[in-house]
């Protein structure tokens, strides 16, 4: 009982903050903003600009999660202390389990800091984890007020569009997973 009210509060105060579609915009823009850092790290460190990603898609959902996370956390606090942590946590945790599960579910990974001092298995390391810090900094002070513009005025548009998005970024995580399980079969 008491998750339940606990669960129903939290989706009374998103709804209220923010509103689903609202937020399932938030997810999309920061996961196509994610694909692109990637990229872009990908195209400065090794020469190429397209890194083997998860989705077939431009969306990387690790990087539409975390902001969404934090914009939900710290929509109401202004202590310092506890933005600068969560900026921490909440991408290092949102990275870590997408590592693990990952790995889990298709014997493979996606990244591996191993080789990294102050690591955890290979999913974090403190190095990122501090990027983290200054990339969630970046995104909830000057990224998103201006994204937060864009969905204002292109709401109305978002409403009608945001079912077909839904249903490719779905469709495109379904045939990853059938087509990375089915590679998975293939190996044992």
């Given at each position: 009982?008491?998750?339940?009210?606990?669960?129903?509060?939290?989706?009374?105060?998103?709804?209220?903050?923010?509103?689903?579609?609202e937020?399932?915009f938030?997810?999309?823009?920061?996961?196509?903003?994610?694909?692109?850092?990637?990229?872009?790290?990908?195209?400065f460190?090794?020469?190429?600009?397209?890194?083997?990603?998860?989705?077939k898609?431009?969306?990387?959902?690790?990087?539409?999660?975390?902001?969404?996370?934090?914009l939900?956390?710290l929509?109401?606090?202004?202590?310092?202390?506890?933005?600068?942590?969560?900026?921490f946590?909440?991408?290092s945790?949102?990275?870590?389990i997408?590592?693990f599960?990952?790995?889990?579910?298709?014997?493979?990974k996606?990244?591996d800091?191993?080789?990294?001092?102050?690591?955890?298995?290979?999913y974090?390391?403190?190095?990122?984890?501090?990027?983290?810090i200054f990339?969630?900094?970046?995104?909830?002070?000057?990224?998103?007020?201006?994204?937060?513009?864009?969905y204002?005025?292109?709401?109305?548009?978002?409403?009608l569009?945001?079912p077909?998005?839904?249903?490719?970024f779905?469709?495109?995580?379904?045939?990853?997973i059938?087509?990375?399980?089915?590679?998975?079969?293939?190996?044992?």
């Amino acid at each position: 009982m008491g998750i339940f009210i606990l669960t129903s509060s939290l989706y009374k105060f998103i709804i209220e903050s923010f509103g689903l579609n609202e937020l399932f915009f938030y997810f999309m823009f920061y996961s196509f903003c994610g694909w692109i850092i990637e990229n872009l790290y990908s195209f400065f460190t090794k020469g190429v600009f397209k890194k083997e990603i998860f989705l077939k898609g431009p969306f990387k959902p690790m990087y539409g999660s975390a902001p969404v996370i934090l914009l939900v956390l710290l929509s109401k606090t202004k202590n310092w202390f506890l933005i600068i942590l969560l900026c921490f946590l909440v991408p290092s945790f949102v990275e870590y389990i997408s590592g693990f599960l990952l790995e889990k579910l298709f014997n493979r990974k996606w990244w591996d800091y191993s080789d990294m001092p102050m690591q955890l298995h290979g999913y974090i390391s403190l190095r990122f984890s501090v990027y983290w810090i200054f990339l969630s900094l970046l995104m909830l002070y000057i990224i998103h007020p201006l994204v937060r513009g864009l969905y204002l005025r292109i709401s109305y548009l978002w409403t009608l569009l945001s079912p077909l998005v839904f249903i490719y970024f779905i469709s495109d995580l379904l045939f990853t997973i059938i087509s990375l399980r089915r590679e998975k079969s293939n190996i044992f």
